[in-house]
């Protein structure tokens, strides 16, 4: 019998004040509770935040489209020595059956550990993909897209290969941070023999109802950072963002799906801080404060690219990260931005490890990522205060329908 977090903090919770004295036989209780062989009881309902819950099953997988959360994990596996193609698969039927139950906030389906208890879902969604690599492992080359060949080299790099790429690829995001580590540690457990972490990175972002009212995302540097993603209701944003059209019967395992682009960006923020606001907002293109394009008007507001100032310059200076970025300059090349922000300690040389784990997505990364990061990577002025330092790039396919495992197509196609 499936039971959820809740009603296991209900169970735990039956043994009263003498459960506090329990020791060991506490930790037997709760494991009792989550093997399903004991449940007296039933806690409170979450508050509004832990209820919210995000469908695991559907067209797209979570993950993609959902609003930000508060809290991420992003992480590599590499399939073990020996793996192929059967061991890949029955991986992907566990690791979906996992995150079905926990999107739907209840326990792992094998030792549940209990991190979770008393918690509601709190829009916890799992995302899957495959990278370049994956496609030899299991035997599956022919059937792996072309739009998957590894992205170019880019002047700018300085990529960590240890911390890049992988053959299998996984985002969790949730707006409680123990839901995501419980969803982190069940699927780390999952992978058994069958695949190996290559790396992980663990990111955040401002949690939900800590402003006024909704408002886009700021980074680590205090930018307003999401302006021109493009949004769903746009007429083009499906073409855009997800594989469509007829493809090649070897490729059709891909309909639906979208493609991924992970890179790990550090800023150089100690750098960044001794310039002052006007000359961080020139960098950018966009004021701190709203957002708004240095010509005028709202976040929301169309640069007016051509708009001179009085000392005879470009009001927004011709290598503005915004300018250069901008889908108007780069053949209305876009593609959605859905990043987490990092900070994993100080770094050997005394400076702030942190920076912005950047994921986008995009029907085809050619006409996505690429044009624009070439065209940044040519003369950005904020290139002077990032530095990209991992890379990966994933073939992330549809959501599962109900009965099936994300994956299902292309594995046993």
């Known amino acids: 019998m499936e039971i959820s977090r809740r009603r296991l903090l209900g169970t735990v919770g039956a043994a009263g004040a003498a459960g506090l004295a329990l020791g060991a036989a506490g930790g037997a209780l709760v494991q009792s509770a989550v093997s399903g062989s004991e449940s007296t009881g039933s806690g409170g309902a979450p508050g509004s935040l832990g209820a919210t819950r995000v469908a695991f099953h559907g067209d797209h997988q979570a993950g993609i489209t959902t609003p930000l959360q508060a809290k991420g994990h992003v992480l590599a596996f590499d399939l073990a020595p020996g793996a192929g193609r059967t061991e890949a698969a029955a991986l992907m039927r566990r690791w979906s059956d996992t995150a079905r139950r926990l999107t739907a906030g209840e326990t792992a389906p094998v030792a549940d550990t209990g991190i979770a ?6 829009s916890l969604t799992v995302t899957f993909g495959f990278g370049h690599s994956f496609f030899e492992r299991t035997g599956l080359t022919a059937r792996r897209p072309a739009a998957l060949d590894p992205l170019p080299d880019f002047s700018a790099d300085r990529l960590d290969a240890q911390r890049s790429n992988g053959d299998l690829w996984v985002q969790i995001g949730s707006d409680d941070a123990l839901v995501a580590f419980h969803a982190l540690r069940a699927l780390q457990k999952d992978a058994g023999e069958a695949a190996r972490p290559r790396w992980q990175m663990n990111g955040f ?15 680590l540097m205090g930018q307003v950072d999401g302006t021109n993603n493009p949004k769903p209701t746009e007429a083009d944003f499906d073409q855009r963002i997800f ?15 979208s493609y991924a682009v992970v890179r790990r960006i550090r800023m150089l923020l100690d750098s960044w801080d001794q310039q002052s606001l006007a000359q961080q907002e020139q960098v950018i293109g966009r004021t701190k404060a709203t957002g708004a394009p240095l010509t005028g008007g709202g976040e929301t ?21 915004a300018r250069i970025s901008a889908p108007a300059q ?31 997505w995009q029907a085809d990364p050619a006409r996505g990522f690429v044009p624009v990061q070439r065209k940044l990577d040519r003369g950005d002025a904020l ?17 599962a329908r109900a009965g099936e495992y994300v994956g299902q197509r292309l594995l046993e196609g």
């Not at 939900?208 to 700021?218: K, V």
């Not at 640069?303 to 009085?310: N, P, R, V």
């Open 383 to 399: 290139s002077a205060f990032i530095r990209h330092e991992s890379s990966g790039l994933y073939a992330v396919p549809p959501g």
């Open 117 to 122: 208890l008393g918690s509601g879902p709190s």
């Open 330 to 360: 780069n053949g209305g090349a876009a593609m959605l931005r859905r990043p987490f922000s990092f900070h994993d300690g100080i770094a050997p040389d005394g400076t702030p490890d942190a920076g912005l784990l950047f994921i986008c």
């Open 301 to 321: 507001t169309a640069m007016a690219l051509d708009k001179i100032g009085a000392d005879g310059k470009p009001v927004i200076p011709a290598n503005a990260h």
């Open 243 to 257: 594989v469509q059209g007829t493809l090649p019967p070897e490729h059709a395992w891909m309909t639906g799906g």
């Open 205 to 219: 972002n401002r949690s939900p109802g800590a402003t006024a009212s909704p408002m886009t995302a700021r980074n």
